[in-house]
C-alpha cells in the first residue's frame, strides 16, 4: 500500500493522511482553516457541471473604452464546464459538516481543480477558469460566479436538472501541495503539555506520552466515543514511534486513558494530594505514576557512582509492587521512561 510520503502521488485520502500523522479530523480541518486550504472530491460520473454567473467582457483600459461600454450591461451566462476538470473543491467548513453529520449535500462550489501538464493539481476559481478555458471577441472574459452540478443526460434535448453531491468523509482528498502545508505547520508546531514541565528526568517517549495526554484529552475530544478515542490516540503513537511493537502502542493507550475509561486504572488515591496537583487534572493516575517513577530513577541514576539507569527488571518489579499497574503496561512504561541516553 502507498504512503502518503510516496513523491509519486499527487492527491492523498484524508483518512489516510489522518491516520499517517497521527492526528484527529478536527485537527485536520483546524489545519486547513489556518492555512486556508482546500479538500477535493472527485466529479461522480453521472454529474457534469456548469459555471453560471456574470459574463463580464475585458475590463477597460481607459476613460474613453469605459464610455463605450456604458450601454452594455453584464450578460447572465452558464457554461458548461471543460472534462478535463476531475475535482470539486471543498472548503473547510463542508469538511467539518461531514465529520458532524457522517455526509454532506452539496451543489454549489466556488472552485474546480485539475491535473495540469506536469501532473500537480492546478485550482480554479470562476475568473481564473474563464481566463483559461473561455474565448471570444472580447477574450479574455472574467466570470462572477460558481459552479453548479447537474444531473448528466443523453444527447436530447431535456431541461437540465440540478443534482447535488453527497459527500462522504472516505471520499475526500488532500493535493500533495496542501499535504507538504500541513506537514510542516505540523513540524513546526511546538508540544503543548498543559501544567507538565518536560525536563532532564523526561524521555522522548514519556515526553510523548504526556503531549498526546494533553492533545487528546485536555479538550472536548476526551468527550468522545471510548473506541474512536482508543484508535485515534493509537494512530497517534504508531505515527511518533514508528517501528515500535503492537503491544508498546496498546499499553500507551492505556497509560493515558482517563481513569473512568480504563478498567485496570490504579485507585486515584495511590497518588498524594499534593503529587496530584503537580499535574494537569486531565492526566491519568497511571501516566502520574509513571512520570514520578522516571524522576525516581532518574535521581537514582545520577547519585549512583556508575551514572547507570536502574535495571529494567528493578523498575517494572517495583512499579508492579507499588502501583498495581497491569503487568503489560509495567513493561511498556520501563521502555517508555527510559533516558535517551541509556537506549
Avoid at 462522504?168 to 500541513?182: G, P, T, V
Avoid at 506537514?183 to 514541565?197: D, I, T, V
Avoid at 493509537?234 to 514508528?242: D, E, L, Y
Wanted: proline fraction near 3%; aromatic fraction near 8%.
Amino acid at each position: 500500500m502507498r504512503t502518503i510520503d510516496d513523491n509519486n502521488r499527487m492527491i492523498h485520502l484524508a483518512t489516510q493522511v489522518i491516520s499517517e500523522l497521527g492526528i484527529t479530523a478536527e485537527s485536520l480541518t483546524t489545519l486547513t482553516l489556518k492555512l486556508k486550504l482546500s479538500f477535493l472530491i472527485a466529479i461522480p460520473d453521472n454529474t457534469c457541471l456548469y459555471l453560471k454567473g456574470k459574463r463580464l467582457t475585458k475590463l477597460a483600459t481607459s476613460f474613453a473604452e469605459a464610455a463605450r461600454r456604458t450601454t452594455r450591461n453584464d450578460q447572465d451566462t452558464q457554461l458548461e464546464v471543460n472534462p478535463e476538470v476531475e475535482f470539486l473543491c471543498l472548503e473547510a467548513s463542508d469538511y467539518n459538516s461531514i465529520i458532524q453529520r457522517g455526509e454532506l449535500r452539496k451543489k454549489e462550489f466556488a472552485s474546480v481543480a485539475l491535473f495540469d501538464e506536469n501532473a500537480e493539481i492546478t485550482h480554479l476559481d470562476p475568473n481564473q477558469y474563464a481566463k483559461r478555458y473561455v474565448t471570444g471577441n472580447d477574450s479574455p472574459m472574467y466570470i462572477e460566479g460558481a459552479f453548479f452540478s447537474y444531473l448528466r443526460q443523453d444527447a436530447t434535448k431535456q431541461p437540465l436538472l440540478e443534482k447535488s453531491i453527497i459527500i462522504r468523509f472516505d471520499e475526500i482528498y488532500i493535493s500533495s501541495e496542501n499535504l507538504q502545508a500541513i506537514k510542516k505547520e505540523l513540524s513546526n508546531k511546538e508540544p503543548a503539555y498543559g501544567k507538565f514541565k518536560k525536563e532532564e528526568w523526561t524521555s522522548t517517549m514519556l515526553a510523548q506520552l504526556n503531549e498526546a495526554s494533553t492533545h487528546f484529552l485536555s479538550g472536548e475530544s476526551s468527550n468522545a466515543d471510548k473506541q474512536q478515542l482508543v484508535d485515534e490516540i493509537r494512530k497517534w503513537f504508531v505515527h511518533h514511534w514508528p517501528g515500535r511493537g503492537e503491544d508498546l502502542f496498546d499499553q500507551a493507550v492505556n497509560a493515558i486513558l482517563p481513569d473512568r475509561l480504563y478498567k485496570h486504572s490504579p485507585h486515584r488515591e495511590v497518588v498524594s494530594e499534593p503529587v496530584r496537583y503537580k499535574y494537569n487534572s486531565y492526566a491519568s493516575t497511571a501516566l502520574i505514576l509513571i512520570n514520578e517513577k522516571a524522576k525516581e530513577c532518574w535521581q537514582e541514576m545520577e547519585s549512583s557512582t556508575h551514572k547507570k539507569f536502574p535495571k529494567r527488571d528493578s523498575i517494572k518489579k517495583d512499579l508492579k509492587d507499588n502501583s498495581r499497574l497491569s503487568a503489560k503496561l509495567v513493561d511498556a512504561a520501563a521502555t517508555i521512561i527510559r533516558p535517551d541516553t541509556q537506549k
